[in-house]
């Protein structure tokens, strides 16, 4: 396996970045997540868009231009001759002192890792996911705002702990207002009447590539989508529910903290979506 670094392809066991390193002493630094299916790099453009733009709200200088820095991923990608795998892209501040001050950091330091996918056992995508809700909130928009993909990622690993006490394996939390917001790494969407709904950007969700391509997927198909905020009560009594993730993909929930969701198995629509899914990636993809 070959790791991008700074410039250089190095072995896992040569991966090393500094303890001044400010993304691992202040968490000073952004990711990004992107699949490859089929040696197909899926939605390249979204998540290199959206990686700038968090690199822009944090005012942090990615040493590379967006066309660069694409076609260093592509050949990473290359050089680890994986055919299905997950890049995980990290450009924090680089090296400095022990101070706050970026302006400490002589140049970012970037990685680029390409590995074969751990996810949600195979199991789970036919029987569906049982989650609970957490107290841990989605931090607020104006406090640090969830559209910058930060390094900064306690909140959502504190769900996961959160959910692993509850016995199962993903959570989703609220914002400050007690509306849903989105899971530790996968954004939500239920199901009434026929007609899908996500909650929107400004409660504090993540704007996922995926669920940016579920929309369009469920637009085409002829379904009607809102984005409008829910509670929990609607998603307890949602016909279906499910989760979208650059790891994750679309997988459905059957329980959420105990209310079994329809009848307990995966919904047809949710079923028919993933299969839709499936098929995009591919076709989508580019080599
Ligand atoms: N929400 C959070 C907090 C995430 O970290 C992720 C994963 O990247 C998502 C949602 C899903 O976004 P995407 O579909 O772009 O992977």
Same mark, same amino acid.
């Given at each position: 396996?070959?790791?991008?670094?700074?410039? +250089?392809?190095?072995? &896992?066991?040569?991966? !090393?970045?500094?303890?001044?390193?400010?993304?691992?002493?202040?968490?000073?630094?952004?990711?990004? /997540?992107?699949?490859? *299916?089929?040696?197909?790099?899926?939605?390249? &453009? =979204?998540?290199?868009?959206?990686?700038?733009?968090?690199?822009?709200? @944090?005012? #942090?200088?990615?040493?590379?231009?967006?066309? +660069?820095?694409?076609? @260093?991923?592509?050949?990473?990608?290359?050089?680890? !001759?994986? +055919?299905?795998?997950?890049?995980?892209?990290?450009?924090?501040? /680089?090296? /400095?002192?022990?101070?706050?001050?970026?302006?400490?950091?002589? &140049?970012?330091?970037?990685?680029?890792?390409?590995?074969?996918?751990?996810?949600?056992?195979?199991?789970?995508?036919?029987?569906?996911?049982? @989650?609970?809700?957490?107290?841990?909130?989605?931090?607020?928009?104006?406090?640090?705002?969830? !559209?910058?993909?930060?390094?900064?990622?306690?909140?959502?690993? #504190?769900?996961?702990?959160?959910?692993?006490?509850?016995?199962?394996?993903?959570?989703?939390?609220?914002?400050?207002?007690?509306?849903?917001? =989105? /899971?530790?790494? $996968?954004?939500?969407?239920?199901?009434?009447?026929?007609?899908?709904?996500?909650?929107?950007?400004?409660?504090?969700?993540?704007?996922?590539?995926?669920?940016?391509?579920?929309? $369009? @997927?469920? &637009?085409?198909?002829? *379904?009607?989508?809102?984005?409008?905020?829910?509670?929990?009560?609607?998603?307890?009594?949602? $016909? =279906?529910?499910?989760?979208?993730?650059?790891?994750?993909?679309?997988?459905?929930?059957?329980?959420?903290?105990?209310?079994?969701?329809? $009848?307990?198995?995966?919904?047809?629509?949710?079923?028919?979506?993933?299969?839709?899914?499936?098929?995009?990636?591919?076709?989508?993809?580019? !080599?």
């Amino acid at each position: 396996q070959w790791i991008f670094l700074n410039g +250089e392809y190095v072995t &896992k066991e040569n991966a !090393k970045i500094s303890v001044y390193d400010h993304g691992f002493l202040y968490g000073d630094g952004i990711f990004e /997540g992107i699949r490859v *299916y089929s040696g197909n790099v899926f939605r390249m &453009k =979204e998540h290199m868009d959206r990686l700038y733009r968090s690199a822009k709200s @944090i005012m #942090l200088n990615v040493p590379y231009s967006q066309d +660069e820095f694409t076609d @260093i991923i592509v050949a990473t990608v290359e050089k680890n !001759k994986i +055919e299905d795998a997950y890049i995980r892209v990290v450009v924090s501040r /680089g090296v /400095g002192d022990l101070g706050l001050d970026p302006n400490k950091c002589a &140049k970012a330091n970037v990685v680029v890792i390409v590995e074969p996918l751990s996810i949600f056992p195979k199991e789970l995508y036919e029987t569906g996911l049982e @989650i609970v809700t957490v107290a841990t909130r989605r931090n607020r928009p104006d406090v640090l705002s969830p !559209k910058v993909k930060s390094l900064n990622y306690l909140n959502n690993v #504190l769900v996961r702990i959160e959910a692993h006490l509850a016995g199962v394996s993903e959570a989703l939390m609220l914002n400050d207002q007690g509306y849903v917001a =989105e /899971g530790s790494a $996968d954004n939500v969407f239920i199901i009434r009447d026929g007609c899908f709904f996500t909650p929107p950007g400004y409660i504090g969700a993540l704007e996922g590539i995926t669920r940016n391509a579920v929309i $369009d @997927i469920v &637009k085409e198909l002829g *379904y009607e989508l809102k984005e409008e905020p829910f509670t929990r009560h609607d998603v307890y009594t949602a $016909d =279906e529910v499910f989760l979208t993730g650059t790891a994750a993909e679309v997988i459905a929930v059957i329980k959420v903290d105990g209310r079994v969701i329809g $009848d307990g198995t995966p919904g047809a629509l949710t079923k028919e979506l993933l299969v839709k899914f499936r098929e995009r990636v591919v076709s989508e993809g580019v !080599k």
